[in-house]
T-cell receptor, first 114, second 114 residues
Framework: DSGVTQTPKHLITATGQRVTLRCSPR?????VYWYQQSLDQGLQFLIQ???????AKGNILERFSAQQFPDLHSELNLSSLELGDSALYFC?????????????FGDGTRLSIL | AQSVTQLDSQVPVFEEAPVELRCNYS??????LFWYVQYPNQGLQLLLK??????LVKGINGFEAEFNKSQTSFHLRKPSVHISDTAEYFC????????????FGGGTRLMVKP
């Protein structure tokens, strides 16, 4: 158990809809990361937050947004969903967000777009 | 920008045989290196990391990896594999200068046969 909790585990929805994925980091970790894992793109970094502030942004679509709340949990919002958004979305956390710190991953949310 | 190449998408091996999973990276700056394992329907679990110092690093479950700066490689090895090692293995790098975003290789599926 990594200590990172993601909900829901599975999400099935239709094109054009909007969903919210939730992540609770390990106790004491201040930084949260979101990654997308798909068959064609592999594992790709989306965005990082540190103590409520956006720290780094990767290949995140404009239809996607995220935030980290004062209690340090994070949400990833995906809107105007397309078939290609079907993927496994991982949240990870680390203590302070420095690059020499390993990230601890949750079990992911599997998003299926019908 | 950095990139990671895992040269083998699949590695079949018999139980109790040794195995090496290859990883090469490309970066214009110094990097930190990580290996993660993903079991079916689970998140990524950290196997080991190279930050600095000794180029041979030992991780969990009997795995070790050797950092070779001149060859920009970070190959993962285990002297004797078990059925339970069957999983997907990911090599990843983080840039000393670009925050803590991880760049992953495409993964290697290790298939241990009895």
């Amino acid at each position: 158990d990594s200590g990172v909790t993601q909900t829901p585990k599975h999400l099935i929805t239709a094109t054009g809809q909007r969903v919210t994925l939730r992540c609770s980091p390990r106790s004491g970790d201040l930084s949260v990361y979101w990654y997308q894992q798909s068959l064609d793109q592999g594992l790709q970094f989306l965005i990082q937050y540190y103590n409520g502030e956006e720290r780094a942004k990767g290949n995140i679509l404009e239809r996607f947004s995220a935030q980290q709340f004062p209690d340090l949990h994070s949400e990833l919002n995906l809107s105007s969903l397309e078939l290609g958004d079907s993927a496994l979305y991982f949240c990870a956390s680390s203590a302070t967000g420095q690059s020499n710190q390993p990230q601890h991953f949750g079990d992911g949310t599997r998003l299926s777009i019908l | 920008a950095q990139s990671v190449t895992q040269l083998d998408s699949q590695v079949p091996v018999f139980e109790e045989a040794p195995v090496e999973l290859r990883c090469n990276y490309s970066s214009s700056v110094s990097v930190y290196l990580f290996w993660y394992v993903q079991y079916p329907n689970q998140g990524l679990q950290l196997l080991l990391k190279y930050l600095s110092g000794s180029t041979l690093v030992k991780g969990i479950n009997g795995f070790e990896a050797e950092f070779n700066k001149s060859q920009t490689s970070f190959h993962l090895r285990k002297p004797s594999v078990h059925i339970s090692d069957t999983a997907e293995y990911f090599c990843a790098v983080s840039d000393h200068n670009a925050g803590n975003m991880l760049t992953f290789g495409g993964g290697t599926r290790l298939m241990v046969k009895p």
